[in-house]
């Protein structure tokens, strides 16, 4: 294993901000990891575990010890009626997802191109298209911290919701998930009912048709993070009471929104929009004019740039709407994770 000192974070996170941390490794067994957990060079540097850093924020130099989950493996099996994978945390998604359909199997192809390990899946439930992780996920396998050993949690054991899970709650910094079970159904049934997936023709319907669609959905609206710094949707759709959304519709009759439990879901984009942020920059950063729920990297933002524009989207947002946007983005400041009030106060 190297250890990096004083690294730059430019690389390892999709917002592609130049920032710093302490010391970087990557690491690719079990081992490895526990070794470095229990090395007393690094016992007492924070320590942050990272996938693909697509959905991090660095608000400042991060005074800690990155490790880069590379821990790599996948493994089909079957049975009668299912199609199980086994896959180690540090595969990359997206590729797994076009594995997964390129060899006929269905189910996750809604959930295609979402950047990512598959890690790191579980940690916010990945969503897009009408399918969550929760619904193909069978086990999460996790390292405890307290104990340095592996234990199986059931799907219903991960409390999955919408972009949540026990790892962000109760598990939060005390295990770091190893890998993930998938088990996918040999009786394939089409998830169509998301949007612009309903125009597709029943009678073509497969897991590679889906999967092109969605790709092809997804190429058009998302910027792609290699040509355009950012972490997809920056902040989480709101989930309103239905008299709230009431009093809104009464006011703007299109507004978009989604019956969720007895609660409404919001479009953030669709609010975001309708305060004319389409394109609005501060700094290097912009939001971007195709899609206002993504915050990008334009020209050489600082994260400085970006919590000022975050800022200015949620209050104008909460001025106009009386709705109180939560990012869904990860921030990580120096030796912490902090969020963006704390981070805005830190500025002063
Ligand atoms: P990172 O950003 O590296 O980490 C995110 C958080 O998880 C950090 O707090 C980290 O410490 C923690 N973590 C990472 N790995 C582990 C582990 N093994 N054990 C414990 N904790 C861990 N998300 C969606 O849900 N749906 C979308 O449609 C979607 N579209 C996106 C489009 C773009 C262009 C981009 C850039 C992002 C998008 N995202 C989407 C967000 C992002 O892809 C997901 O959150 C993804 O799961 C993050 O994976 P990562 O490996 O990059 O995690
Ligand atoms: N909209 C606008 N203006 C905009 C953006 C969106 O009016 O600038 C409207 C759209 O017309 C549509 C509605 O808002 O009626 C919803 O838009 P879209 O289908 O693009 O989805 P989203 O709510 O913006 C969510 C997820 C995405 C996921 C897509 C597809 C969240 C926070 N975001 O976006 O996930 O890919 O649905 O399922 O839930 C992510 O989490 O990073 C992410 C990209």
């Not at 850093?53 to 009668?80: D, K, P, R, W, Y």
């Not at 396998?141 to 962000?168: A, H, M, N, P, Q």
């Not at 612009?196 to 073509?204: A, H, I, Q, V």
Request: proline letters at 4%.
């Amino acid at each position: 294993m190297q250890f990096h000192l004083n690294a730059s974070l430019k690389n390892v996170h999709t917002f592609s901000i130049d920032q710093t941390c302490d010391a970087l490794v990557e690491v690719t067994t079990i081992e490895e990891l526990i070794m470095v957990y229990q090395d007393p060079k690094w016992s007492t540097l924070p320590k942050l575990i990272l996938g693909k850093g697509s959905n991090m924020l660095f608000t400042e130099h991060f005074a800690g010890l990155i490790i880069v989950n590379q821990l790599a493996g996948i493994t089909l099996t079957e049975t009668e009626s299912h199609h199980h994978l086994h896959v180690n945390g540090g595969e990359d998604w997206p590729s797994l997802v076009k594995w997964s359909v390129d060899r006929g199997l269905g189910g996750l192809e809604n959930l295609a191109m979402i950047p990512g390990c598959s890690g790191s899946a579980p940690i916010q439930n990945i969503g897009a298209y009408g399918v969550e992780l929760q619904d193909v996920c069978e086990y999460v396998d996790i390292l405890c911290l307290d104990t340095y050993t592996v234990k199986r949690l059931s799907k219903k054991e991960c409390l999955f919701g919408y972009r949540d899970s026990i790892f962000k709650h109760a598990l939060y910094g005390k295990a770091i998930v190893v890998a993930i079970g998938l088990t996918l159904p040999k009786e394939w049934k089409p998830c169509n009912h998301y949007g612009p997936l309903k125009s597709l023709p029943t009678e073509t319907l497969s897991p590679s048709t889906i999967f092109n669609e969605v790709c092809a959905i997804r190429s058009s609206k998302l910027p792609d993070p290699s040509k355009q710094g950012n972490a997809g949707s920056f902040f989480k759709n709101p989930v309103i009471t239905k008299d709230h959304f009431d009093r809104l519709l009464a006011l703007y009759p299109n507004i978009v929104g989604y019956e969720s439990n007895d609660m409404i879901k919001v479009a953030a984009g669709w609010l975001i929009d309708q305060c004319q942020f389409k394109g609005v920059t501060e700094g290097g950063a912009q939001v971007h004019p195709n899609q206002a729920l993504v915050i990008i990297n334009y020209d050489q933002a600082s994260a400085i740039d970006i919590l000022k524009l975050a800022d200015r989207v949620r209050q104008s947002v909460l001025n106009k709407f009386d709705i109180q946007l939560e990012h869904e983005v990860r921030f990580m400041g120096r030796d912490n994770e902090t969020n963006l009030d704390r981070a805005l106060e830190a500025l002063v």
